[in-house]
């Protein structure tokens, strides 16, 4: 195991997150604090309770989770396609690193980056609205877990894309709207028939559902069923990861 | 021209194991493209060698298999007597790459870039040495500097510092001087020596003849995909080298007379030099008949010079010869 480069890659992506501090961390906080006010306070103060919670805090674990996910993605990402498009990645793939210690840098990093944006936005919302975590071990777990697992899909995707376009295409087109439509700002419960049974397709709602579980004790879909489904999503990332790595897939010749 | 048998230089005489030995090593890219066919290549320990050729020909994915960039279609490399395939963490650690793209990261400091690759490659951080090798590359007083506030002569530098971070025992320098300015070319000749003083082997590759001539000791040209030649850099002069005798005419001829025709003459465009090419490999070089013939047909000179020719010349001989 190569320490010192999986120390390298790790410190090398963070340090990238203290210079960019205010696209880091300062925006993904302003957008959620917009949230919490328009959402939160202005609209969700004529809003019935959901599941005996006040609409401003059953948003929260949503809130919390749509930001993970995009910054996830998005950190990752960006964190290995940089090196493509600048060329310096030639220097890892000419160095002794294994494709597990790359992984472990680069996805290590963004989800760091993801735990702590999940951290400050959560102290954020305290500011905003009154909640309490019901399993504070299973919350940490959940934030952890989605981290981690968006991170390696936002690795994929860095490797894949071959423009700053594509970059965005997958964010943009895809994840928003399923994280919108994954019971960020409702419980899938309070849809038509039909509409729960699609929303079932959704990988986004398992997350949200487990998390707000971890809150408040209460869920959409069973909480087993919501780790499940975020381990086979991340299982499937690590397989493509594995895959990529094999073949040199857009990033060796 | 006499054919070269260049399989001696392959296996070279001394019991010393080559640092680098390549077999068989073919890629053929997915585009369809046939970059190297059959290449066998051995890099002798402590040597300089140049890897010459035109562009496309094969050298920088040469050095890109070598290096652990780009896989091979078939064939085995050993770096230091490692697999670079199977056992590619020792491999790759006796290796450092300054690759010909100028590709550094634009918002890291030059100490945090070196530090970096120093980590990549497996090594403990050790700031004093760190510290010697961006002293020995005069960038000690950039070193909290923005790589992207750096000259291209700078960046070129830090590459070389990233390359040499680790330590490495073997050094490839992929068109090391190509867009740099005379002096830093100097420079970095004079670096690149040192580190063959220090015991690195160093393989670069370059279409700058004039560099391989000045710093190799062994030469390699290579051309669509093929090694054509390996040789000591001295033998291949020798051997290959021709000589020009240039005679600067009293009165200008406008064409050379029919009674010379059997001596490989050129004539200047203005008629005032006559260019005579011989191999100095031949028993009769045909000079003291030359110049018996022009006094007989009552051509006087009033200077004549011989020279050498340049590997230059030698090199084109070959890639048009057989391409």
């Not at chain 1, 790359?102 to 959560?122: C, D, E, F, P």
């Not at chain 1, 960020?184 to 398992?206: D, E, H």
């Not at chain 1, 299982?235 to 094999?246: D, E, K, P, S």
Request: charged content about 20%.
């Amino acid at each position: 195991m190569n320490i010192h480069a999986i120390k390298a890659i790790y410190l090398f992506e963070m340090a990238r997150t203290w210079r960019t501090l205010m696209q880091s961390i300062a925006s993904p906080v302003i957008s959620t604090s917009l949230y919490f006010i328009v959402f939160g306070s202005a609209i969700g103060s004529r809003m019935a309770n959901i599941d005996g919670i006040s609409y401003g805090a059953f948003i929260v674990p949503g809130l919390i989770m749509l930001s993970i996910l995009t910054e996830s993605i998005s950190n990752a990402a960006f964190g290995i396609y940089m090196p493509k498009f600048t060329g310096t990645i030639y220097e890892l793939l000419s160095a002794p690193v294994s494709a597990m210690e790359t992984v472990i840098g680069y996805v290590g990093a963004a989800a760091s980056k993801s735990i702590i944006l999940g951290t400050i936005i959560l102290i954020t919302a305290r500011l905003f609205v009154d909640f309490s975590i019901t399993h504070p071990l299973w919350m940490i777990a959940f934030l952890v877990l989605t981290s981690v697992t968006f991170s390696l899909f936002g690795f994929i995707i860095g490797i894949w894309a071959d423009s700053f376009q594509k970059l965005q295409v997958i964010p943009l087109m895809i994840v928003t709207p399923l994280a919108f439509l994954g019971g960020s700002f409702y419980s899938i419960n309070m849809l038509p028939p039909f509409w729960q049974t699609i929303a079932l397709f959704n990988p986004v709602v398992y997350l949200v559902s487990g998390f707000r579980w971890s809150f408040y004790g209460v869920s959409d879909v069973g909480v087993g069923i919501s780790l499940g489904m975020t381990l086979v999503f991340m299982l499937i990332c690590l397989a493509a990861i594995g895959w990529i790595f094999r073949t040199g897939y857009k990033i060796k010749a | 021209m006499k054919p070269i048998d260049f399989r001696q230089s392959l296996h070279p005489s001394d019991a010393s194991e080559p640092i680098i030995s390549v077999s068989g090593l073919e890629k053929t890219y997915a585009s369809g493209f046939q970059a190297l066919r059959k290449v066998d290549l051995e890099i002798r320990r402590g040597e300089i060698f140049a890897l010459l050729g035109p562009n496309g020909a094969g050298k920088t994915t040469l050095i890109s298999i070598v290096c652990g960039i780009v896989n091979p279609s078939s064939g085995t490399v050993l770096a230091d007597g490692h697999d670079i395939v199977r056992d590619y963490r020792a491999a790759r650690s006796k290796i450092g790459l300054v690759p010909q793209e100028l590709s550094t990261d634009a918002f890291e400091s030059v100490w945090a870039t070196v530090s970096f690759s120093r980590g990549l490659f497996g090594k403990k951080p050790d700031p004093a040495y760190l510290e010697k090798i961006l002293k020995d590359l005069s960038l000690w007083e950039k070193k909290d500097s923005r790589i992207m506030t750096l000259s291209g002569g700078m960046k070129r530098r830090v590459m070389i510092a990233k390359a040499l971070s680790h330590e490495p025992k073997i050094l490839f320098l992929d068109e090391p001087t190509a867009g740099v300015d005379v002096e830093l070319r100097r420079d970095m000749w004079e670096m690149v020596r040192g580190l063959r003083e220090s015991g690195v082997t160093i393989i670069l590759t370059t279409h700058y003849i004039e560099e391989a001539e000045e710093m190799a000791d062994r030469i390699g040209v290579i051309n669509k995909g093929e090694i054509v030649l390996v040789e000591d850099k001295a033998v291949l002069m020798r051997k290959l080298g021709k000589k020009e005798l240039t005679l600067h005419l009293q009165n200008p001829l406008a064409a050379i007379p029919p009674e010379l025709s059997a001596y490989p003459l050129q004539l200047s465009a203005d008629g005032t030099e006559l260019v005579y090419t011989f191999d100095t490999q031949q028993e009769e070089t045909g000079i003291a008949g030359l110049l018996r013939r022009l006094g007989e047909h009552g051509i006087d000179f009033k200077d004549l010079q011989t020279s050498q020719s340049s590997l230059e010349d030698i090199f084109v001989d070959l890639v048009r010869g057989r391409a």
